[in-house]
């Protein structure tokens, strides 16, 4: 190559150093979804009061995944929690995020900000609909540590809660249909009219309704089947509402230990004369009317029957809720208990006056064991719609009489319009005036019975009016002497435990009592163990005692003289 002379080199320099180059700027990146701050703190959505204070108003909040539930079938949604909570403890830090997993796929873990309008659906603070979930890395919140009683869950509502104290399995009515256990602190609630001492608001704020996180009805796969009275441990989940009522939803499996286990038979009873009281449960011999739809819920229904009353193994039983058809439903019991234990152990009596109810009173008892004085008497007053069966015995060997009274007051539902049967808010429910009035007519019925036993399904629970009318008219309740309180209950209602079924003892007879028991065969087992077929797992079921019924029996022992 030829080189330029030094004049043009310079030159050449010299206009180098005047050239000017056109830069094209780089093109900004274009701004993400997480890019878009949230515009309120989840503590703001919840404001310090029961309502949303931003209702109607669309927010954008920041928070971590505690809990999953999108699916159709559970409960639409998740919940976020602020891992940077204010300093407010009025203010709940969780939320719930109405948002299917069609609009976008959550987990557990993921931080998130969420996009929605406030919203207090049927009381529970939530952002409905979702517009927007943007996935923005991963985050952790902690189980805040908390403890029951409590009195006002609104403050954690959406939270993540751990328990670590020991709960008491309550409820269980809804286990098998949705999936609800219901646990409380101190152990076992007992209903307010049942004993003293008792504050409905302090059961409310010990209690605590464990959920499944569903939405469906008999869903494929059950919370543990439990028996009220057991314990649950380690119950950690976030709470969410709905139906009125604060529901945890479990986000690990909680542990629950027997701590209520089944007693494979009564208490025993000491004595030469044992009397139980039993209601049935609607037992029909009737298909499609009460208690069993089909044949084979009849069979399973008088199973489960004869296995309780073998249990019980008492020579005269009072029996309530059995088909008003005569002696038909009463014999096939019979009969059916004595395929089991032997020809002629037990006979039937013929009720004089059953009344026109559905239902009827009964008793069946044991001919080798004991003797009726008498014929079956019983009552016209009107004021028993299901008239009162009773029988005089004495021992086969002779000696003194005693006498069975067997009732069923009337029930604390179908509440009328008006008048003094209405519910009085006193606790005591519907129709207590006309329970009141039926032990008044019971008192007259038995001050002339040799050794008269006044029992059966009551309808009132033992501190309620119509107890302290037995009572003050000189009858003793044999579970209020013989049994411990923790143990005296024969049905639970609502998670609360109490007595509606009664044993009371004339003067007379009284000293005759050695003892009495209570067989928690049936209101401590949940109702998804019971011969229905039309909700029930088929697996489940056996053809024991267990929830053969809703109530538990009564046993009570005698001690009479004969020779």
Not at 78 to 106: M, N
Not at 147 to 160: F, G, I, K, Q, Y
Not at 322 to 329: C, D, H, K, L, S
Not at 457 to 485: C, H, Q, W
């Amino acid at each position: 190559m030829r080189a330029l002379p030094r004049t043009t080199c310079a030159a050449f320099a010299a206009a180098a150093l005047t050239v000017t180059f056109a830069v094209t700027p780089a093109a900004a990146a274009p701004a993400g979804p997480c890019d878009t701050p949230p515009d309120r703190q989840i503590a703001e959505v919840q404001g310090s009061g029961d309502a949303t204070p931003l209702a109607g108003q669309t927010v954008r909040v920041e928070g971590v995944v505690t809990g999953d539930f999108q699916r159709g079938d559970q409960l639409s949604g998740f919940f976020l929690q602020d891992p940077t909570p204010d300093s407010d403890p009025a203010t709940s830090d969780g939320l719930f995020a109405f948002a299917r997993d069609t609009l976008k796929d959550v987990k557990v873990g993921d931080r998130v900000l969420v996009t929605g309008r406030a919203t207090e659906f049927n009381g529970w603070t939530e952002l409905s609909p979702v517009t927007a979930v943007d996935v923005c890395g991963t985050g952790s919140v902690a189980p805040r540590n908390y403890r029951l009683p409590s009195d006002r869950l609104e403050a954690v509502e959406n939270v993540l809660l751990t328990f670590h104290q020991a709960l008491t399995v309550g409820d269980h009515f809804n286990l098998g249909r949705f999936g609800e256990v219901s646990v409380s602190s101190g152990g076992r609630l007992f209903q307010p009219t049942d004993r003293p001492g008792v504050d409905p608001a302090a059961n409310q704020r010990r209690s605590l309704l464990i959920d499944d996180g569903s939405t469906r009805q008999n869903p494929a796969t059950l919370p543990p089947i439990v028996r009220a009275g057991d314990t649950a441990v380690g119950v950690t989940g976030v709470l969410g509402y709905g139906f009125d009522r604060y529901r945890l939803q479990p986000t690990k499996p909680i542990k629950y230990l027997a701590t209520n286990p089944r007693p494979p038979r009564p208490f025993p009873v000491v004595g030469n004369v044992k009397v139980a009281s039993f209601n049935t449960l609607n037992w029909f011999t009737t298909l499609g009317s009460r208690g069993a739809t089909d044949a084979a819920e009849q069979q399973r229904q008088l199973a489960k029957l004869v296995a309780a009353l073998k249990g019980v193994n008492a020579d005269a039983v009072g029996l309530m809720e059995v088909e008003n058809n005569g002696q038909t439903a009463l014999q096939a019991l019979v009969d059916a208990v004595n395929a089991e234990v032997g020809a002629g152990t037990y006979a039937a009596l013929s009720h004089p006056f059953p009344g026109t109810d559905a239902i009827q009173v009964g008793i069946i008892y044991k001919p080798g064991k004991l003797t009726p004085v008498g014929a079956a008497r019983s009552s016209q007053d009107p004021v028993f719609s299901r008239p009162p069966l009773i029988q005089s015995f004495r021992r086969k060997s002779g000696g003194q009489p005693f006498t069975m009274v067997v009732n069923h007051l009337k029930s604390k539902g179908s509440c009328p319009a008006g008048g003094p049967d209405t519910d009085q808010g006193d606790g005591q429910g519907c129709w207590n005036a006309t329970r009141v009035q039926q032990t008044q007519a019971l008192l007259g019925l038995v001050k002339d019975l040799p050794g008269p036993l006044v029992l059966g399904d009551l309808n009132a629970y033992s501190e309620e009016d119509p107890i302290d009318t037995l009572e003050a008219g000189g009858m003793t309740s044999l579970t209020k002497r013989f049994v411990p309180a923790r143990q005296r209950y024969s049905y639970l209602f609502d998670g609360l435990a109490g007595e509606l079924d009664h044993m009371f003892a004339g003067k007379q007879l009284l000293k005759r009592v050695t003892s009495a028991t209570i067989w928690h065969i049936n209101a401590d087992e949940p109702r998804v163990l019971d011969y229905d077929t039309e909700f029930n797992p088929p697996g489940l079921y056996r053809p024991d005692a267990y929830r053969s019924s809703d109530h538990d029996p009564l046993v009570v022992g005698l001690s009479l003289p004969g020779r």
